[in-house]
């Protein structure tokens, strides 16, 4: 019988003091962990501003990071590094290797060379050797890069 008033026992694994009994509750454990301790205005303040000190630094990292891409090529030229400062622009040598054999010919045509006997490439230039409209023997050195006229011989 139920005495009205009179306090029930309750087994303890039920409420959750019982030190194995696995407890979800939110508030038994915020009960296990004690009082919550308020922050003084001075530590909000600290870490207000430690935050966003951290949110700047992020953003000017984030803006800086392609500044500091890099990358080794491999050429005719040989090796070198490449900072990216130009990337937008057009480079000859990442796009073409210069003149192609057949300029070389045509640019030694226009300096007296009629007849080719042999096209030559240079580390640096073309060599282009035939003869002239007179039967001599001519050779004409054209540069790689720029297509200037080196020498006539």
Same mark, same amino acid.
């Given at each position: 019988?139920?005495?009205?008033?009179?306090? @029930?026992? &309750?087994?303890?694994?039920?409420?959750?003091?019982?030190?194995?009994? %696995?407890?979800?509750?939110?508030? $038994?454990?915020?009960? +296990?962990?004690?009082?919550?301790? +308020?922050?003084?205005?001075?530590?909000?303040?600290?870490?207000?501003?430690? &935050?966003?000190?951290?949110? &700047? /630094?992020?953003?000017?990292?984030?803006?800086?990071?392609?500044?500091? /891409? @890099?990358?080794?090529?491999?050429? %005719?030229?040989?090796?070198?590094?490449?900072?990216?400062?130009? @990337?937008?622009? $057009?480079?000859?040598?990442?796009?073409?290797?210069?003149?192609? @054999?057949?300029? /070389?010919?045509? &640019? /030694?045509?226009?300096?007296?060379?009629?007849?080719?006997?042999?096209?030559?490439?240079?580390?640096?230039?073309?060599?282009?050797?035939?003869?002239?409209?007179?039967?001599?023997?001519?050779?004409?050195?054209?540069?790689?890069?720029?297509?200037?006229?080196?020498?006539?011989?």
């Amino acid at each position: 019988m139920k005495r009205r008033g009179a306090a @029930q026992h &309750i087994p303890a694994f039920a409420c959750g003091s019982e030190p194995n009994a %696995p407890s979800n509750s939110l508030m $038994n454990r915020l009960r +296990r962990r004690g009082p919550l301790r +308020r922050r003084s205005e001075t530590e909000e303040t600290v870490m207000k501003k430690l &935050i966003a000190a951290g949110a &700047i /630094a992020l953003g000017l990292v984030s803006i800086s990071a392609p500044t500091f /891409a @890099q990358g080794i090529e491999f050429g %005719p030229n040989g090796v070198r590094l490449n900072d990216g400062r130009d @990337q937008g622009r $057009n480079n000859r040598n990442d796009d073409d290797d210069g003149i192609s @054999q057949r300029e /070389a010919v045509r &640019i /030694a045509r226009s300096e007296g060379l009629r007849d080719v006997d042999s096209v030559s490439e240079r580390r640096r230039s073309f060599r282009v050797e035939g003869a002239d409209r007179r039967g001599r023997d001519i050779t004409v050195d054209v540069d790689k890069f720029s297509g200037n006229v080196l020498s006539v011989r």
